[in-house]
């Protein structure tokens, strides 16, 4: 007895343990909505994603900048105690009257001057400008520079659609599998209900004498087999879980639930294929315009610049004799031309090549082009396999629903053999299990279909 109380209490012990685990982890009940916005929020890559298109923008606003007038402030200071000494000799110098041609001639005469003494000194001196720059003409460099900046925008925002696209593909993959593996669940605990009723009805047939103990052993094997197969759906179905909240971001353990809703597409509404609506197409459209640009730029090495700047500069410092040399402000303009004569083929070269490089950009769209249109086809004929698939493997479960119950029915009436009727319920479960199977192939076909052929925006359904 004391046994028994222990026994008792540890079990009370382990209920407790778990209802305190389950109570940490609250059960979340999620629609296929939720866990795409849940999924998208915890992603790494739609944040590095978004991050890369703040970037591009800030790109284009660099670039949009070189259009306008660049105004810059510059100064410098110079302390030295450096200074030069000069002595001018003096001495006599002739002097000069007018003769009667009014020419001036020496006249015989002198004047004496003394030495200049010249001392100049650098001390301190400091200088600030004030210069305003505007190009005018750079050979369409600017404006391929800008283009290029908004290209590249518009790509940055392609990229954050195509991450965002697979992290849904992810997402919607993971939630069909949960589906399954729960309904694949619930299949398992019905059959083995099914065969652990039967398991005590032949035991009692058994104890009466009613029947052998070889059917209640070959029922005893029927039972072990289907707890051992609904201990694997269990661990299939908390792995899927597991690896859904992965993706949502919520722990491992919690106890996620999901609606289970099954919903069957018209694949009549998903025969149109638009690869051109893909991000990945849209991305290979603007690497050839980016290509585009590239030659503009290149092209532009080979025409003439012109710019044009104005300054304003104070300087003031210098000493001579102890009196200011500079101590005051001017103004210059300038007009600057440049214009390529020759570089051996340098910038004809570049522009040569990138005109190659938009040639192979053309090739890679076209060659790229007709695989996506391969695979948008591939998938949509799986679609409509899937959706022959359901129709088929529902039909089959009504019919081994109608044979069990009529295998049932005789086997209780003495009239059916306990093979029989355990081979029947077998293929009853058998049956279940492909339409499940079914069921989620074509979500999941569904799911890769309109990634495929660009169906970006909701899809009509039908039940």
């Known amino acids: ?90 001495g006599l110098l002739p002097t000069l009257s007018p003769d009667a041609s009014g020419n001036m001639v020496p006249n015989g005469g002198a004047a004496y001057f003394p030495d200049i003494p010249l001392e100049l000194k650098v001390n301190s001196i400091f200088n600030t400008s004030l210069m305003l720059s505007q190009p005018i003409y750079t050979g369409g460099k600017i404006t391929s520079a800008n283009k290029m900046a908004l290209i590249g925008n518009q790509m940055a925002d392609l990229a954050e659609e ?13 939630y069909w599998n949960v589906i399954k593996s729960s309904s694949m669940v619930e299949t398992a605990s019905k059959y083995l209900e099914t065969l652990q009723e039967l ?48 993706i949502i971001g919520l722990p491992l353990d919690t106890n996620t639930s999901i ?63 102890r009196e200011k040399l500079m101590n005051g402000g001017n103004f210059a303009a300038l007009v600057s031309l440049k214009v390529p004569l020759t570089h051996w083929g340098e910038f004809r070269n570049n522009l040569k090549k990138a005109q190659i490089k938009t040639d192979i950009s053309r090739i890679k769209k076209e060659e790229i082009a007709e695989q996506m249109y391969l695979e948008a086809t591939m998938q949509y004929n799986k679609v409509k396999e899937s959706l022959l698939e359901v129709k ?23 009239m059916e053999t306990l093979a029989s009727y355990l081979e029947a319920q077998a293929t009853l479960y058998k049956c279940r299990s492909e339409y499940i199977s079914s069921q989620t192939n074509l979500n999941l076909n569904i799911t890769t279909y309109k990634k495929a052929a660009g169906h970006t925006g909701p899809i009509p359904r039908i039940n």
């Open 259 to 321: 609606q289970k809703d099954y919903e069957v597409f018209s694949h009549e509404e998903l025969s149109q294929i638009s690869i051109e609506s893909r991000p990945e197409y849209q991305l290979l459209e603007y690497q050839v315009k980016l290509n585009l640009q590239n030659e503009k730029i290149a092209k532009s090495e080979l025409l003439p610049t012109i710019g044009l700047a104005g300054a304003y500069s104070y300087t003031n410092g210098l000493e001579l004799n």
């Open 1 to 90: 007895m004391k046994i028994r109380y222990i026994i008792v209490f540890i079990s009370y012990l382990l209920a407790s343990s778990l209802q305190l685990t389950s109570s940490l982890h609250a059960q979340e009940l999620l629609t296929l909505e939720d866990c795409l916005n849940m999924a998208l929020e915890h992603n790494n890559q739609t944040k590095i994603a978004g991050k890369n298109r703040e970037i591009a923008k800030l790109d284009l606003k660099i670039y949009q900048s070189q259009y306008l007038p660049k105004l810059s402030l510059s100064g410098n200071y110079l302390y030295s105690n450096t200074s030069l000494e000069k002595t001018i000799q003096g």
């Open 162 to 174: 195509l991450t965002t696209e697979e992290v849904i593909l992810i997402c919607e993959q993971t």
């Open 199 to 246: 398991e005590r009805n032949v035991e009692n047939a058994v104890n009466e004498g009613l029947a052998h103990n070889k059917d209640l052993l070959t029922v005893n094997v029927k039972v072990n087999e289907a707890i051992l197969n609904m201990a694997r759906v269990q661990n299939a179905y908390k792995l899927s879980v597991m690896n859904l909240n992965h």
């Open 392 to 414: 088929l493997t529902k039909a089959m479960v009504e019919r081994a629903q109608e044979n069990m119950d009529v295998c049932k029915d005789r086997y209780e009436a003495g």
